[in-house]
């Protein structure tokens, strides 16, 4: 009686034991994907126009605001900000390939914090490469003044008070261009 009584006590006890604690896991993901670029309100091409320059003389700079750029990157590691002029920094006379008479300089200043700025007019004569690290500034978005400057083109006055410029009459045109690919 004593080794059923036994039995049964031990298999009240096993029943009344909890078993061994089980455990639910919740295994979390999301991907972000890299969001890199350099923005303007009013679209992706911004016209700069320093009108006639025939007037101007040419030790006068006139000075073409082009508004603001606003960059933002989530890249961990930045982005690469290349600013390239398809001329080598000159606006060419349309229907010639530049030269003397047919090509007029000029240059660009890029403000802002964050290693934005251009440190003032910068000619373009070869690419203006910058690595900017990444960085809450640009999680955020950072902007910064773009401005154009060229030299008027109007000659010192020849015989008889003769006006002049130093190069031939047309529209001259380059195209600048901000690039920004993530690091």
Do not use: W
């Amino acid at each position: 009686m004593m080794k059923k009584l036994l039995v049964v006590s031990a298999a009240i006890a096993a029943t009344a034991t909890p078993a061994a604690a089980q455990t639910l896991t919740y295994e979390l993901e999301a991907e972000v994907a890299v969001k890199c670029g350099v923005y303007k309100f009013d679209g992706p091409s911004v016209p700069v126009n320093f009108a006639d320059l025939s007037t101007t003389p040419s030790d006068t700079f006139i000075t073409e605001s082009a508004g603001s750029a606003t960059y933002r990157c989530n890249a961990p590691g930045g982005f690469t900000r290349t600013i390239s002029s398809a001329n080598g920094g000159v606006m060419i006379r349309t229907g010639s390939s530049g030269g003397a008479g047919n090509s007029i300089p000029f240059e660009m200043s890029h403000g802002g914090g964050s290693g934005l700025g251009t440190g003032g007019f910068v000619p373009l004569t070869s690419n203006v490469i910058s690595n900017l690290g990444g960085s809450t500034a640009f999680l955020n978005g950072q902007t910064g003044g773009v401005n154009f400057r060229v030299a008027g083109v109007a000659a010192a006055p020849g015989g008889n008070e003769a006006p002049g410029t130093t190069v031939f009459a047309g529209d001259y045109t380059d195209i600048v261009t901000i690039s920004v690919v993530a690091n």
